[in-house]
């Protein structure tokens, strides 16, 4: 048998994408109840314009809805085991134990509604897996406190990750400190709470808040090991697998640089413990002074490293310095230059399942600890057929060939604990804030101003998944 036999398979969320209840039982606002649905959304993310103002009386966000899981999680759990999840990975609003940040209690109702998610996956034998963090810091750290640039960040978050460590230890073996860490030369508002300047993007705040974050996570790791020394903690970053142009050595090494900065510098911190060789070269390409770095703060990241790597993939990219006119590709985040071999999404994601057995075996053969696919899948817009059928093929299509992938990596040797789609039922997007970019096993009845029934029905994707997990990824 290619994976393992108690193999993790599953699906993955996040809070602010789903939950909705954005004000309630104490619920404080995030970063992510200030973003707006559309177009716009992504022009924010990555512009110095947004102020964090949210006009309440004239908008409601998508996530302010989402799916309303808050309400229906016992409903979209089942769901989960219908498909014989072993697992399912979500996200701990921060807003909803701590709705400003910066308090020094928690909020009761917040831990309540975790500990019933918990316990309904438990129900059905389902482990739960918990990202600390997901893009949803307190909107107060970000607006008083500037965000993780500012050093008092890692003490709210240590009491934060804290208070969930020791509420749910008995309960919850895997964890992960922050979701897509490596995000933020991209989209520090959503993943750092900062604002970037024009043009330079900030890079000396990114890489300051960068520093802040691996203090916070190794102090979360410190604790949840003296708790329980048998948590699995693990560091969660996005890797794209990164092509050269070209074979000119120009490029190549142009494609080295990128590597590092892109897919191995965080993970090199929280793995490894300490700043990789190349940081001082790092820093000088992106004009950043070295950084603040307070006594302890080394010999911290270097005893508490992280148990494994959870990294979501979701299409590969192509690097190049020296030719002028390429054709490019939209996409969102790793977007660039167009790869002739491969096919895109709607959204301009070229899907490489190749790529992710090549991210397997990079990733292993760099790190040498556990695997974990915690986010994978495609966005598309799916059909609903006049009975009510929607037969996502493309979907499954996708999926086969990443598992596929999967296989081929673990019989090249890679330890890999388990798989979690993205968005096993479909919820709000984090780069459009809006509905129609679907990821799910299960579709939910709304469309992009969160308008509709809500009501949740299984595409032809859900029997396929479920088939292949009772196989443990034989029958595909
Ligand atoms: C990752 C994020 C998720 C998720 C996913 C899909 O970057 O961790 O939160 O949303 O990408 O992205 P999108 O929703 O933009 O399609």
């Known amino acids: 048998m290619t994976f393992k036999k108690d193999f993790l398979w599953g699906g993955a969320t996040a809070a602010n994408q789903l939950e909705g209840a954005f004000d309630v039982d104490g619920k404080g606002l995030s970063v992510a109840d200030a973003m707006p649905g559309g177009k716009i959304r992504w022009q924010l993310l990555s512009s110095d314009e947004f102020d964090w103002t949210i006009d309440e009386e004239k908008y409601v966000y998508p996530n302010h809805k989402g799916i309303d899981h808050y309400h229906r999680f016992k409903e979209d759990i089942a769901l989960f085991a219908e498909m014989g999840f072993k697992c399912y990975r979500f996200s701990i609003a921060w807003t909803r134990i701590f709705p400003k940040g910066d308090e020094i209690a928690p909020n009761e109702a917040g831990l309540k509604f975790y500990e019933a998610v918990i316990d309904e996956c438990l129900k059905y034998n389902i482990e739960p897996v918990i990202t600390i963090s997901h893009y949803e810091m307190p909107l107060n750290l970000a607006k008083t406190y500037g965000g993780w640039k500012n050093r008092e960040l890692v003490g709210f978050y240590e009491n934060f990750a804290k208070v969930v460590l020791e509420r749910f230890h008995s309960k919850v073996k895997y964890w992960m400190t922050f979701n897509e860490i490596n995000s933020s030369l991209e989209m520090p508002a959503l993943s750092q709470g900062m604002i970037p300047k024009t043009g330079s993007k900030d890079q000396q705040n990114v890489f300051q808040a960068w520093h802040h974050q691996f203090v916070a996570s190794s102090l979360a790791v410190k604790f949840g090991h003296e708790l329980n020394p048998d948590l699995q903690i693990g560091c969660m970053v996005i890797y794209a697998t990164t092509y050269s142009f070209d074979a000119n050595p120009i490029n190549q090494a142009h494609t080295m640089e990128h590597i590092q900065a892109f897919n191995y510098f965080c993970a090199d911190v929280q793995v490894r413990g300490e700043y990789p060789a190349y940081t001082a070269r790092l820093f000088e390409r992106n004009g950043v002074k070295p950084l603040e770095i307070a006594d302890g703060d080394l010999e911290l990241l270097k005893n508490h490293t992280v148990d494994y790597i959870g990294f979501s993939y979701y299409m590969s ?72 059928s929607i037969v996502d093929d493309y979907r499954i299509d996708y999926l086969k060939k990443h598992i596929t992938a999967m296989a081929d990596a673990v019989c090249d040797g890679v330890d890999l604990m388990g798989y979690t789609p993205w968005g096993c039922i479909d919820l709000v997007s984090a780069s459009t804030g809006e509905m129609s970019k679907r990821y799910g096993f299960i579709y939910v009845d709304l469309d992009d101003h969160i308008e509709g029934t809500g009501d949740r029905s299984k595409k032809k994707s859900f029997d396929w998944y479920k088939q292949v997990i009772a196989s443990n990824g034989g029958d595909l």
């Open 317 to 388: 990219g192509v690097e190049n310095i020296t030719a002028e006119e390429v054709e490019t590709v939209q996409g969102n985040m790793l977007g660039g230059v167009k790869n002739p071999f491969l096919e895109a999404s709607d959204w301009g994601w070229q899907i490489d399942p190749i790529g992710l057995r090549i991210a397997l075996n990079d990733l292993y053969g760099r790190y040498q600890v556990p695997l974990f696919v915690v986010e994978n899948g495609l966005g598309a817009y799916d059909k609903v057929e006049s009975d009510g």
